[in-house]
Structures are given as C-alpha cells and as structure tokens.
C-alpha cells in the first residue's frame, strides 16, 4: 500500500485484526475534518458538467467540484449514475480513475474513495451488462444457486465498472403486495429471504468474503429493518411492528446476511412505532450492533438524515437531524449534495460535545476499514480490459436459465399448454412489446425506463412469441398500450377495436398483461387491480369465445380474480429479465417445463392481503349459536404454487424419531420420495413445512422449514431429505425471548403450502 500517513505496505495477507488495527492507526493521524469527510457520501451528480443528451453527452467531470469535494471536505464516498442513466464500463473505468488520482495524488491522507452504485438484478448502471431476472424472479425458481450466480456475475461485471461497493442484497420481507418495492425482494417468506440473500452475497463476496478479489466487491443488505411493511403499502410511510413480530419475520433474513459476512449495511427510510429508523438507537445499535453482531459499515439511504427534519418532523433543524442519526449508529450518510451544510454541522456538534469524539472515530475506522478489506489503497480502480467475460454468452445463458427456471404456470385448463406450432396467435396487451415490463425498475435507470437506449438486441414478448411460432403465424395487435412518459401508470386505448376483431382470424389469444417498470415511490398505487383498461381488454377477448392465454409480467401481483376464472392459461413471469421472453416462448412451446412456484400468496381481492403464515383466525369455521361468523383465507393462488406439464407423487414421509428433547440443537431428520408420474421430464419443488399446534402466543398456521428442487426423468423417483434442528422450530414471544415450547408439532411435506401429501406429528418434551 501506498504511503498513507504514515502506514506502510501490508498486502491483502492481512487479516481484519490486522487492518482494523491499520484501520485505527490511519484515524488516529487524521484531524477531525477529515474524519467527517470519510462519513460524507455525494452523488456524481454534484462534481458533473456538461448536457446528458445522448448519444452526443458532453458529460464530464467539473475537476473543480470535484476537488472542492474531496480536497477541501475530504469526502469519502460517491454514487450514483449521473442522470441515472447506465455508462459504458470504459466511462465508469476513466471517470472513477480520475476521481481516485485526486483523493490518492492531492489529499494529505491519500486515502482512496469508495464508489458505490445500486447495481439490483445485474450490474444496472453498466452498458451491456447481463441483466437478470429481479430478485422476487428468483426466488420463484426455488434454487438458491441462481442468486449466487447472479451475485457472481454482478460483482465481475461492476469491477469491470472500477466500481467495488454494489446497494445490494435487498431483503425486505415482501409481507404487502400493495408495496413499490416488493419485486425486488424474495417474497413473503422469512425463509427463503434468508437462503437466497445468504446465497447472493456469497456470490458478490465470495465463499471466503475476500472482498479485495478484483471479481468480488462489498454487499450492502438493505433495508435494515422492518421497511417494506408500511400500513399503508406505500413506500417511505409508517410502519406499526411490535418487537416480536420483527424479531420473527424481518430479522432473520439480516441475520442470515451478517451469517454470511456481508460487510455494510443501508438502513430503512421508514417509520417504526413511530421512531425514524435512521435516528433510533434501539434499532441500529442495540439490535443490528449488540444482538446481530453486525461488526461492518452502516450508510444511509438517499438523504435519510435530512428527512428526519424535513419529512418527518422528529428534529427542528438538520443540525439536530445530523446529532440524531450519528449518535444512533450511523457511519456514512448518503448526503447527497450538500456536502457543505453536512460536514460543517457535524464538525459543529463535536466541538460543542453533542456527538462524542468516540463515535466520530468508530464510524471514520469503520468507512476506512472497508477500503481497507477492498485494497482500494494498493488497487484504488479496476480497468474493463481486465474483464473478458463481460457481457459473455455464458452469463447470458446463466440469465436465461434463471428466468427459464422461475416462470410459473399457474392455470392450464385442458392442458392448452405447451401450444404447438402451425396455430393462428394473436398477440395484444402493452406489455407485448414492453421490455420495460420485462425487466422493472433498476434497469439501465432508476425507473427502468430507459432500457430501450440499452437493449435494442434483445427480443419483447411479440419477438420472441414470433420467432417461436413464426411471423406467419402471429399477428399483433397492441389494444392498450403505454405512453413513453418515465411514469408507469400511462395506459390508453391503442387499435382497441381492431384488436377484438382480430381475434376472429385467431385460434388462441396470447394476452400480455400486468405493469409497466417502476421503482421506489413512483411505483406507489391505490389499488391493486389489475388497471382498469387492460381489464377491459381481457373481458372483450374473453367475449369472443377464443381461448385466452394470459402471460403477466408484474413487479407485484395485481389482482386478476375480474377474469382469472374465464381465461384458459395464466403464465407468470414476474420481471424475468432481458431473456425473460425468449424463456417465456420456450415454455409456452413446451422446450422448457414450466417449474416456478409463487414466492407470495397471490391475492384475489384487494382487501385480503393476508400472508400463507397468517393465523388461525383468518380462516375459521362456522361458530353455531347467534352469532354465527366465520373467516375466510381466500387467495387467488397460494404460496408455493405452480403447475408443471408433468406430475409427480410425494409419499413414503420417514422421519428419525417422533419424541425430542427440548433441546435447540436435536436434530430432525424428515425424508420422502418423490416420482415423476407424467410422461415429460419435469422439476417439483418439495416443501416441508411445520405447524406449532399449540403455543403461548398465537401460532401460525404453518411456517416453511426447508424445500429442494429436484429434476426427475418421467417415471424417475428419488428421495428426498431434510435435516433441521429444534431451533428452527422456536419463536420469539413477547418479551423477544426465542423459546421452543413442549408440545406437539406437525410437519407437513408438499408441493406448496396448500397442497400438502404427507403429514407426521412429533412431540417436544
């Protein structure tokens, strides 16, 4: 390593005892500015000139701004995509370089900075990266190794970017269908939330979390904690969660993360109980620090700390703001511009003793520590010439098989599906040609839509609907389609009476329906139907007596229960992707099986968004007396659902012993066999879940312990085990207490949560 302060060389032969103490000793000799700049974060945008007008942008860097930046405010961090629009890798390499020469070449620390970008389901911000299927897209392929690849991928393709810090896993419970964000999450299963996210950062950090791998670069797990639960379904809005309940379903896919050695953290822009996250203590300290052991850097979201003045009225100034957030726990806020008013208000607070010297140590230690483990200081930038597989046919067919594998099939009346060659097809709906419904938000932008700049080779449904069934074959005919305006709420009329009269040339109607891209608070909305408009236009096919294939591409799942009864086939794709169609045609046609299973509980009405692991009083029986009441869970598919052109049998359930001790550590061992009883080979998700049948605070109704995807041959059988401990049969009471109680559990084995083949009691003592 290049001098720094005084600290010679070490190499990455350190271990993090060794760089914490490096880490220490590089603070120590640091003033207190300093210090503040390294917890200051700016966007691109701030040090930019020049008109982003392509393909002619003169954008460029103001090198004053930019040296006001880190030479006089010793900022520490940037992020961003200018105009958030993706670069080309060469772009991100010559403007990071330019960036690290002044912090390394004109600081007196010569400490380098620390580039930070959202790179969600690909390396987003990068020009021809391997876009994948979103994170709620994989999860409903039951295979967590397909997180880990896209983990991989993503981490090669943003180094070849010179950027080594990715916003990324994001692991938010996906408990409300109504919420913006939930398609980039894996569902409403605590779970499966905590495979998948443990898997991908594993593919971002690598097996041995050596961050310093020029393939591999720093996670960030996020939103810490509780975020994507608001009462109102709406982004960045309060949030009632009693402690047990977070300790429950939101923790653990955080504690999975830190399981995993992720090394940063953003924390939740919402409300809790009525408290900020950014300015609790109990949260980012007590909880995230003492009890999870999360030892890594903690950043905020996009301008958190000020919001707690401006938005949510919990400081009267943002110096009060600033005192708040730092003393809670947090080490680098994402300012994002004025870097000024940040760093002379914190530097305030510390001479006054406000915020103790201590904690203005700890967070500089922590944000130098990461540099650090990156070996930013030896190898401040990453160059795309080092990076030959950069947009490779391998990791495309890597996004291919991801999406193949998450598509799911959730109606097949008569087996319509697969649909053979030589029929007459029409195609309508707006998101036929829509590669921004394919794909959603973070896709070469922020709200996604500016993909087509970006993937002009890559097939929309009705090219790759064509290419399949031939041009021959298939006529499109839009009905309703969306304007080119960045909101995603913009459909309108398009040939919609030309569409329905088309339909009497057809044999089959391919109708593509569901969103258009959105992200964040943009993707807010008001109700959950599916749009009014595209209805209209199910319902007219529907008139016609065709048969209707219904192919969805959504970020969450709009209510269709309005003609879900009436059509003949529903795909679902979730947003799979830029192969996402080509994976969608080849299911249709039958080259792939269809073997996604649903990572929600799709709801039929608006007003019944009730999770699988709801309790017993969402579904009561009839009381007899006066009172005669009953509940009713009535979803339009459940959790963990999906259809395959083949079928399989579930039987044989052996388990090792039905008697425990109470003793977390008893292991359980649970098996079945599983055979493949159709005619076409074919991949079965198996789900065993578990039923606390009775318990101090009311149990679910059941909980998913463990699952695997098998691939059988038709006629092939193989049998399957699970192995858990009692721990994973525990629950947080009350008082936050993790407890396993005596009594009796049920574990049931199946192909989804409703659909159970096998059962077994076992007894705790």
């Not at 005084?6 to 103490?21: F, L, R, W, Y």
């Not at 980012?284 to 905020?300: E, S």
Request: proline share 5%.
């Amino acid at each position: 390593m290049a001098a720094t302060l005084g600290i010679a060389s070490g190499g990455q032969a350190q271990t993090n005892n060794d760089m914490n103490k490096q880490a220490i000793e590089i603070v120590s000799k640091m003033t207190l500015a300093e210090k503040i700049g390294q917890m200051a974060q700016v966007s691109i945008d701030a040090v930019c000139k020049g008109e982003d007008t392509p393909p002619t942008s003169t954008l460029q860097l103001d090198m004053d701004k930019l040296r006001d930046v880190i030479v006089n405010y010793h900022v520490g961090s940037l992020l961003n995509s200018p105009n958030t629009r993706a670069r080309t890798a060469e772009w991100w390499t010559n403007v990071i370089s330019q960036i690290q020469d002044v912090a390394l070449n004109e600081t007196r620390t010569k400490i380098p900075v620390i580039y930070g970008l959202d790179q969600i389901h690909g390396a987003t911000y990068t020009a021809g990266s391997t876009m994948f299927p979103q994170e709620i897209a994989l999860a409903a392929t039951w295979n967590p190794a397909h997180a880990k690849k896209m983990g991989e991928i993503t981490a090669y393709e943003t180094r070849a970017s010179n950027v080594p810090w990715n916003f990324s896993p994001v692991l938010d419970l996906g408990i409300d269908p109504r919420f913006p964000r939930q398609y980039e999450g894996f569902g409403e299963d605590p779970y499966i939330g905590s495979v998948f996210g443990y898997q991908l950062i594993k593919g971002y950090e690598g097996d041995d979390n050596n961050v310093a791998h020029p393939n591999k670069l720093a996670a960030c797990m996020k939103h810490f904690i509780g975020y994507s639960a608001p009462i109102s379904g709406k982004d960045r809005t309060p949030a009632y969660i009693p402690q047990s309940a977070l300790m429950e379903y939101h923790v653990p896919a955080f504690k999975a993360a830190i399981d995993a050695g992720v090394h940063t953290v953003m924390i939740n822009s919402g409300i809790i109980n009525g408290e900020p996250v950014h300015a609790s203590y109990d949260l980012l300290t007590k909880l995230l620090r003492n009890d999870l052991g999360f030892d890594g850097m903690i950043v905020t979201d996009w301008e958190d700390i000020n919001k707690l003045y401006s938005r949510d009225r919990m400081a009267p100034n943002i110096k009060e703001a600033i005192k708040v957030s730092i003393n809670a726990g947090v080490d680098m806020s994402m300012i994002p511009y004025d870097y000024k008013e940040f760093c002379t208000l914190l530097t305030e607070l510390v001479n006054e003793g406000q915020v103790p010297m201590s904690r203005i140590d700890d967070a500089a230690r922590r944000v130098v520590l990461l540099k650090l483990q990156l070996d930013l200081f030896d190898t401040p930038n990453t160059y795309r010439k080092d990076y030959p597989q950069f947009g490779s046919k391998e990791f495309q067919q890597a996004s291919y098989d991801a999406a193949a594998d998450a598509i799911t099939l959730l109606k097949n009346d008569n087996n319509i599906l697969p649909l053979q060659k030589g029929a007459k097809i029409l195609v309508s709906g707006p998101n036929a040609v829509s590669k921004r419904s394919l794909n959603g938000g973070w896709t070469f932008s922020w709200q996604g839509e500016k993909i087509d700049e970006f993937a002009s080779e890559y097939s929309n449904l009705l090219d790759a609907i064509t290419h399949t069934y031939g041009k021959e074959n298939v006529s499109y005919v839009p009905g309703v389609s969306y304007t080119a305006a960045t909101e995603y709420a913009t459909e309108h009329k398009d040939r919609f009476d030309e569409a329905i009269a088309a339909a009497k040339n057809a044999d089959y109607i391919i109708l593509c329906l569901g969103e258009n891209s959105y992200c964040e608070k943009p993707g807010d909305l008001d109700d959950l139907y599916l749009n009014d408009l595209q209805t209209e236009l199910a319902k007219e096919f529907l008139k016609t007596g065709k048969k209707v294939i219904l192919v969805l591409s959504e970020g969450r799942p709009r209510v269709i229960s309005k003609i879900s009864s009436q059509v003949d086939a529903i795909v679902q794709t979730y947003l799979p992707g830029i192969f996402g169609a080509d994976a969608l045609a080849d299911v249709l046609v039958g080259k792939v099986n269809p073997s996604g299973k649903l990572p929600y509980t799709y709801p039929a009405f608006p007003n019944s968004l009730v999770p699988y692991y709801h309790k017993h009083s969402e579904e009561q029986k009839r009381s007899e007396g006066v009172y005669n009441y009953e509940g009713d869970f009535n979803p339009e598919y459940h959790f963990g659902f999906g259809l395959s052109y083949t079928t399989f049998d579930i039987s044989n359930l052996k388990i090792n012993k039905t008697s425990f001790a109470n003793n977390p550590k008893e292991e359980i061992i649970v098996s079945v066999d599983v055979k493949n009883t159709g005619n076409v080979e074919g991949k079965e998700v198996i789900q065993l879940y578990s039923s606390d049948l009775f318990a101090s605070l009311v149990p679910d109704v059941k909980r998913l312990r463990r699952f695997e995807k098998v691939s059988l041959k038709a006629g092939e059988s193989k049998t399957v085990t699970f192995k858990l401990t009692l721990d994973d049969l525990a629950f947080y009471n009350l008082k936050s207490e993790r407890v396993i109680e005596a009594g009796d559990f049920e574990l049931q084995v199946g192909s989804s949560s409703n659909d159970i083949k096998e059962k077994t009691v076992i007894t705790v003592l």
